[in-house]
């Protein structure tokens, strides 16, 4: 199974971004998913979920402002990132929890992450 991450970038403040997230790989079902992010010099904070039913749930200082989506037939995730702000600038990474095909357990996947940066 790999997580391929995209649509990072350089963006002023008041931009936006749009980043992606594919699953690939012998994957039964998928489950939770969801966008970390972590600064320089600070830990990993969870930014947003998806569940599969499709609710979702946002850290109090994104809400308004990111969205988070998914498509299951294309196992894919994505976060439409609005009116950004410098303080958003961080690695982000995907996490997916999905069933393998194979063993039919449950395990948890990270993308390589992306860079965000909002300038002043």
């Known amino acids: 199974v790999q997580l391929v991450e995209s649509g990072g970038g350089l963006v002023q403040t008041g931009g936006s971004l749009r980043l992606s997230c594919a699953a690939s790989g012998s994957i039964s079902s998928i489950n939770t998913m969801a966008w970390y992010r972590q600064a320089p010099g600070k830990q990993r904070e969870l930014v947003t979920t998806i569940i599969s039913g499709g609710s979702t749930d946002y850290a109090d200082s994104v809400k308004g402002r990111f969205t988070i989506s998914r498509d299951n037939a294309k196992k894919t995730v994505y976060l439409q990132m609005n009116s950004l702000k410098p303080e958003d600038t961080a690695v982000y990474y995907c996490?997916?929890?999905?069933?393998?095909?194979?063993?039919?357990?449950?395990?948890?996947?990270w993308g390589q992450g992306t860079q965000v940066t909002v300038s002043s």
């Open positions: 996490n997916i929890v999905l069933r393998e095909f194979v063993t039919s357990s449950y395990r948890s996947y």
